[in-house]
Nanobody, 125 residues
Framework: VQLQASGGGLVQAGGSLRLSCAAS????????MGWFRQAPGKEREFVAS????????YYEESVKGRFTISRDNAKNTVYLQMNSPKPEDTAVYYC???????????????????WGQGTQVTVSS
């Protein structure tokens, strides 16, 4: 599956932003999809994911209650709704997908085979 991330930009703390990850070549409902982020000098880290079977969602602790991952099968797109972002959420955000990932590795970026290009999110205080 080919992935195209978009929607990044500059947002004020407490505002909102929605990232999109458009897929082509395969349908996203057959894939577990994830959002990861990487700040300068830091390792890529898990943000949120949606599992292929059942659509259960999982979040990194610091974004729970603020970010929401969702999937629109008709548009073959996965979203990350970012509400009340904080300056520490500033990073390049990547979407990723994999059709065979097991649940125990849903938070492990090394387990995902397909990646979109990153989109920069900058949160100003």
């Amino acid at each position: 599956v080919q992935l195209q991330a978009s929607g990044g930009g500059l947002v004020q703390a407490g505002g909102s932003l929605r990232l999109s990850c458009a897929a082509s070549g395969r349908t996203v409902d057959n894939y577990s999809m994830g959002w990861f982020r990487q700040a300068p000098g830091k390792e890529r880290e898990f943000v949120a994911s949606i599992f292929r079977s059942g659509g259960n969602t999982y979040y990194e602790e610091s974004v729970k209650g603020r970010f929401t991952i969702s999937r629109d099968n008709a548009k073959n797109t996965v979203y990350l709704q970012m509400n009340s972002p904080k300056p520490e959420d500033t990073a390049v955000y990547y979407c990723a997908g994999d059709s065979a990932i097991i649940l125990s590795r849903i938070r492990d970026y090394k387990a995902y085979k397909s990646w979109g290009q990153g989109t920069q999110v900058t949160v100003s205080s």
